[in-house]
């Protein structure tokens, strides 16, 4: 199985930053690389695909880059409602794991 | 409107079975991926099993497999989870999630699945 490895599992920013969240593959993965978010009491939401490609609705401020096995979410200017969990998910091949998550507060 | 609907979680015994079923409207349901997603509480995400377009092929999680089976009634836009052998570890919320272009595009709300005696 393909493990993914994220980083940091916590980090504590202010509203405006920029916030950088990594992503490591156990072996090369391409682009197939996801990232979600989610919220307490919610579904994930979908952010990211294909390593950088923006999901519909998804504000501008998300990017996303990487191939191979080294990614990186990045929130541009960060808001009070980007509080929340990150997850990175490989879509290379099944099982289609998942990162361990990364928990986003704002100071 | 893209709507997933999971439904048949609740409380059931170590060792017995549970059906859970996704209603999906809002799309061509035939045409897509499906899969199951659950969450322990507290924890991450962990997929569980996935179904091609017609139901002709499946793949699991090496934790759920011969335990669990993964189906669709594309007549009826419905996928369904049935869980067989449930321990302790199998509780958590489970969703279920569109697959498109190795993305999962659409989720539903969740189900709970509580296994204890």
């Known amino acids: 199985d393909i493990q993914m490895t994220q980083s940091p599992s916590s980090l504590s920013a202010s509203v405006g930053d920029r916030v950088t969240i990594t992503c490591r593959a156990s072996?090369?993965?391409?682009?197939?690389l996801n990232w979600y978010q989610q919220k307490p009491g919610k579904a994930p939401n979908l952010l990211i695909y294909?390593?950088?490609s923006l999901q519909s609705g998804i504000p501008s401020r998300f990017s996303g880059s990487g191939s191979g096995t080294d990614f990186t979410l990045t929130i541009s200017s960060l808001q009070p409602e980007d509080c929340a969990i990150y997850y990175c998910?490989?879509?290379?091949?099944?099982?289609?794991?998942f990162g361990q998550g990364t928990k986003l507060e704002i100071k | 409107e893209v709507q997933l609907v999971e439904s048949g979680g609740g409380l059931v015994q170590p060792g017995g079975s549970l059906r859970l079923s996704c209603a999906a409207s809002?799309?061509?349901?035939?045409?897509?991926?499906m899969h199951w997603v659950r969450q322990a509480p507290g924890k991450g995400l962990v997929w569980v099993a996935g179904?091609?377009?017609?139901?002709?092929?499946?793949r699991y999680a090496d934790s759920v497999k011969g335990r669990f089976t993964v189906s669709r009634d594309n007549a009826k836009n419905t996928l369904h989870l049935q869980m067989n052998s449930l321990r302790a570890e199998d509780t958590a919320v489970y969703y279920c999630?569109?697959?498109?272009?190795?993305?999962?595009?659409?989720w539903g709300q969740g189900t709970l699945v509580t296994v204890s005696s």
């Open positions: 998910q490989q879509s290379y091949s099944t099982p289609y794991t």
């Open positions: 809002g799309f061509t349901f035939s045409s897509y991926w």
């Open positions: 072996q090369s993965i391409s682009s197939y």
């Open positions: 999630s569109r697959g498109y272009n190795w993305k999962f595009d659409y």
């Open positions: 179904i091609n377009s017609d139901g002709s092929s499946t």
């Open positions: 294909a390593a950088s």
